[in-house]
Structure formats: structure tokens, C-alpha cells
């Protein structure tokens, strides 16, 4: 099948002029033209060589840290600005959201904004008519269809934009982190119509910083960092690496002024067996946290607990221990709990630790701290690799014939 | 819209030519923005679309007290107030149309940086919303030929269409021109009303252009590109012969300018979202 969307040695060069504002002073261009010198600018390339393919009804991620050029690829993407070398050739509508109601004007009413902003996006008068309802539905403001736009409220302007996008029928649609706002019910509506849309056959290309999102929406991803391709892969792998390039931290310390909790962290990290603060690690190793708390009072029945969460932060497992059982001092208390080897599979990790009385109180809880990493060293799952996802945990499970009357 | 062969290329070196094509499958656009336009610039106003038929209206009063009465202007055998806003008509449809579309990439810059469409779309509208402020303002001038009970030649009634296309195409090629200027450099913004206030007292709107003894001269006033759109537009109520030399000359001087206003328009819009 051919690609729905070719992109070929995509590069962008921009001249930065050293000067306030964007635009030009056309007394500086001539005062320029009389000393007979150019202005002082500067090349700036935003995006280097960048190609790739995107397949009929596929989703693509795009990430990568700010200024990674994610944004200028967008707007290349999308005809906004073009490349200053190479060639994309598109076979399809191409729709992009870079913005949640753009064009939309406060003085015009919602009814008068479903108009003009569907017709932006590139959809027909009769297009619009005949989803209108739909829209209206979606976006739950009928009561003030007539209303200038100027008396909604924020959440309004944004549910009534996001609305006429939804039903936008691009066979390429392209995203870019406009899911980052609103509440959190109107953000899974709004997630569920963009799944519907990629598994309605339309291709998506998704730009976010919400791995989570990204890992959930797209099969694949691209990793995009100082203007070129980095990685290009399964999102999950590429997130992995993402991770790592963004610099991983295993240590935490709490800053600031002294804690008045009864019970509060003061440093927490993570160790290899030999007792080094380390962040990566084969699966075969063991994983020491280290967690240094201190306490102003002495309270009965508090835990201490640590749990590891996984890339999209979900909890994989806890663990905890009664601090009833040892003797502790005022303001240094290390313990040290150990992961068994082979435990975790290849990924991205946190942690959350806790201290607090089970069900009853939370005296201090840090969450995604000491993030760590773990590759795969060679184990029995190797042979997964790129092909299955291993989920989070490596377990040893029994697997017996029993329909044993064949077999002797 | 829904068409599974649509193909289109983006390529860093590519042609400046028109695409008639892609301008087809917008049309509708061109029509939500005059619409928006008109909508919000009658928005709140306790007058509405009057304002459109009152500011000619009120400037036609001013220039007969004046130009008329005190300095006692010829008028090419037409009453003065016919003869001063039959132009008006024509110069406003201009006037406005150019400073609004002058202005109208930057004030739709930010529509511009985050969504693609042809933009010439943009200034063609603005141009459009002054045509609608024509055909308010042509309402009233109907009931003012019945006023002063002014004959209209039927036979040459032809020429009011082909004026208000001529006025469209004069504002076109300078509105495109100064619209991508203006994205580059700022100073067109103060340029502009400056711009038009010159070409007004040179465009013989309130003054007939035999006014001027040199024939030279005539020809210089004939660059304008208004000057073949007015001209026209008094045909079918004047007597004079038209001065066949001097009407060609401005059709072509406002031909070339729409030329070179697109051109340069399409050569540098690919940058506007850059640079805005």
C-alpha cells in the first residue's frame, strides 16, 4: 500500500535577526542597503534532513524535548510555512489542530463560529449543516447557540472548538498537544473521538509531551531532537529512549524549609548492589531504594512504603513495613528495601514512597521520583523483543501438559 | 470535499503560478470571511449597515459646500452633488477596500501561523466587504438621480458593471501589494492613509480631468488606476465624449499593478506565517 503521507529530507532554515521584534524596520533595511552591508543575522537550522513515511489508517507520534523541532515540523506538515529543502507528498485532506478554535472571534456567536471555523478547517457549507447537530450535541452549549462568543467561558470556547474539529473527516489528521487543556471528562470525550477517528481509517499524527497519550494512541513514534530523526520505531521502545536521552534522575532530596509532619522524607535514591546510587540496570540485578526519613513525633502503626510505577506512571506493586517494630531516631532513619532480580522488564520506571497509617492518614508521599531504567541483559524473553510488548513484570509461571491421555 | 485523489505536493522549489484550482475548492471561504467581516464590523453599531450609505452620504455634502459651491468646480454639465458622489461611490468602494486589505494579513496573522488556506483569500475579502458597502451606499444613489432629476443613458449602462469590476481590479493589485509589504515591514501600516490621501487629490474624483490645460498632465492622472472606473461610471449620465486615450491608459496602468501585486503577493506568502 502506498504511504498516505511521504515525507522526503524535510530541512528548514531560519534567519534569526538580532533585533527585537520578528518583523523588519524598513529603515534598517535601507540604512543595511546604504553601508552596503547585509543585516546581522544568524542560520538557524530548525529541522535537518527529516523523513519519513506514514501509512493509510496509521498513527504516528511525534516527541521530543522543547525546541527539538516538533512544532516546525507541524507547521510544514501542515502548509503553514514551507520547507526550505525537500518534498512531502500528500494523498489525502490534511486537517490540522494546531490550535482549538482558531479563527474564532468573540464578537460572533457560537452558531456564526461553527460556521466560519468549520469552513477554515476545510469543511463544505453542506458538510457543516448536516453535522451541525452533532456538533452542538458534542459540544453541549444549545443554549447558547445565539450568545456572542465573548460571554462563554473558557471551557465552553474550547468544548464548542473542539466539537467542530471532532468532526472534521481528514484522511490525515495532525495533533498537536490540544488535548492539554480542559477538564478531565471532556478530555477523555475528546480522547475517545480521536481513537474512533484513527480507527475510522483516517491516519493521525499526534505531537505531545504526554507519553502516556502517545504510547495509548499511537502505534508508532518518532523521536525528533535538534532538528533530525533520532529514533523512529514502536512507541513504546521510543518512549524508552526518550527517557533516557531526557536524562534520567535516581535521586531525590526534599528542599526547603524543615518539615513539620510527624513523619517526612528527607533524601530517597537508588542503588546497585554494591551500594552506588545507580539508574540503569540489567534486569538480572538487584535494585536497592534507599530512603532517609526523619520525624517529629512518634505515632504507632505508620508505614513505610515504596512502590514502583511504571512509564505511564501506573502503579506496578507496592511494599511496605510497620515502623513499630524498630527503634528510630529523631531526624535520620535510613531503610533499605531490594527489588529481586528480574523482577522488572525492560522499561522505564518510578517510584512513590509513602509514610502513613494504612487507610487512616498520609503524613508525607513523593510520587515519580528517582526514575531508573532497566535493559534487557539477555534473558528467556529476549526473543520478545520488538515484537511483543513484555508488560511490566517478569513472572515465573508453571506450564504443564494436562490433557495428558494422548500423550502416554 | 471528501475525495480519495486528492494529491497534493509540497516542495521547497516550486511555481509562482495562481492555482485556480485550489482558489475553486476554497470558495466558500471567500465568502465566510466578507461574511464574518461585515458581521463584525456592523457588530454593535446603533446604526448597522447605515453607516455605510452615511459616510458618502455626509462627504458628498461637505465637497458640493465647498468644491462646489465656494470654488465653483465644472462638474462635466452633471448637478455637482451627482457628479461628486457618483465618484465617491467608486472612490470609497477603493479606498476602504485597500486600507483593509492592506491591513488584513497582519490583523489575520494569527489565523495565518495555525491553519492553511490560499491567502489571497484574505485581501480579496476585505476587498469584498467594501463592495457590499458599494451596493449600500448604490441604494441611495438611485433615489438621488430621481432627486435631481438626472437622465441615465441605458445605452451605455454597460459601463457601471464593467467600472465597479475596474474598481475591484485597481484595489486588488495595490491591496496585495501593500498587504505582504505591511507583513514585512510595519511601516506600510503608516503609510497606507497617507498613500490614499495623496492618490485622491490626484484621481480625478472631484474634479473633472479637463481641469488641467496640459494634456501631460492628464495623461500623469491617467496612471491612476481609479481614474477608468469613475470615468466610466458617469458615462451613462453625462454628455461628454470619453476620452478613449486616457481611459486605456489607466485600465492598463490598474491591470499591471494587479499583476504585480498578485506576483509579488504569491511570491511571498509561502513566509508570511515566518514572519508575521
Known sequence: MRPILEVRNIAKLFKISHQSAGYLSLRERLLGVFRGEGLDREDFWALKNISFDVAPGESLGVIGRNGAGKSTLLKILSRITPPTKGRIVARGRIASLLEVGTGFHPELTGRENIYFNGSLLGMMRREIEGKFDEIVDFSGVEKFLDTPLKHYSSGMQLRLAFAVAAFLEPEILIIDEVLAVGDVEFQKKCMNKMESVAKGGSSLLFVSHQLGLVSKLCKNTILLGNGTVLAQGESSSIIDKYMDSVGVNNEFSAVGKANAQPYFFKRVRTLSIDGASAATYSHAEEICIEANFGRNETIKNVHLLAAVNNKNGQRIFSSDICLDDYTLSEDENTFKVTIPRSTLTPGTYSLLLALHIPNTVGYDMKDQICQFSIYDGGSEFTHFENRWFYGDVFVRCRWELVDGNNHQ | ?276
Open chain 2, 1 to 276: 470535499m471528501m475525495n480519495d485523489n486528492i494529491e497534493f505536493v509540497v516542495d521547497a522549489d516550486r511555481r509562482r503560478m495562481l492555482n485556480w484550482k485550489e482558489l475553486w475548492s476554497y470558495r466558500e471561504l471567500f465568502y465566510f470571511f466578507t461574511w464574518r467581516d461585515i458581521k463584525i464590523k456592523y457588530k454593535q453599531t446603533a446604526l448597522g449597515f447605515a453607516w455605510a450609505v452615511l459616510q458618502p452620504l455626509l462627504m458628498m455634502i461637505i465637497f458640493t459646500f465647498f468644491f462646489g459651491r465656494a470654488l465653483n468646480i465644472p462638474s462635466q454639465d452633471l448637478p455637482y452633488p451627482i457628479f461628486v458622489f457618483s465618484g465617491l461611490l467608486l472612490w470609497n468602494t477603493f479606498s476602504s477596500g485597500l486600507t483593509s486589505s492592506a491591513n488584513s494579513m497582519v490583523n489575520n496573522a494569527h489565523i495565518i501561523k495555525k491553519i492553511y488556506f490560499p491567502k489571497l483569500i484574505i485581501p480579496v475579502s476585505s476587498i469584498l466587504v467594501a463592495l457590499f458597502d458599494f451596493l449600500m451606499a448604490f441604494l441611495l444613489f438611485v433615489p438621488l438621480l430621481v432627486f435631481y432629476g438626472q437622465p441615465v443613458s441605458f445605452m451605455v449602462i454597460w459601463a457601471w458593471p464593467v467600472a465597479i469590476l475596474l474598481t475591484l481590479f485597481a484595489t486588488l493589485g495595490p491591496g496585495c501589494l501593500l498587504s505582504s509589504l505591511n507583513v514585512k515591514y510595519r511601516d506600510f501600516r503608516y503609510v497606507i492613509p497617507f498613500l490614499i490621501q495623496v492618490l485622491f487629490f490626484l484621481t480625478p474624483v472631484i474634479y473633472p480631468i479637463n481641469l488641467l490645460k496640459y494634456p501631460f498632465l492628464q495623461y500623469v492622472l491617467a496612471c491612476s488606476p481609479m481614474y477608468a472606473a469613475v470615468e466610466l461610471f458617469r458615462l451613462p449620465l453625462t454628455n461628454t465624449e470619453l476620452n478613449h486615450s486616457l481611459v486605456l491608459m489607466s485600465v492598463v496602468s490598474g491591470l499591471l499593478l494587479m499583476a504585480i501585486g498578485i506576483y509579488y503577493f504569491r511570491r511571498t506568502e509561502d513566509f508570511f506565517a515566518d514572519l508575521a
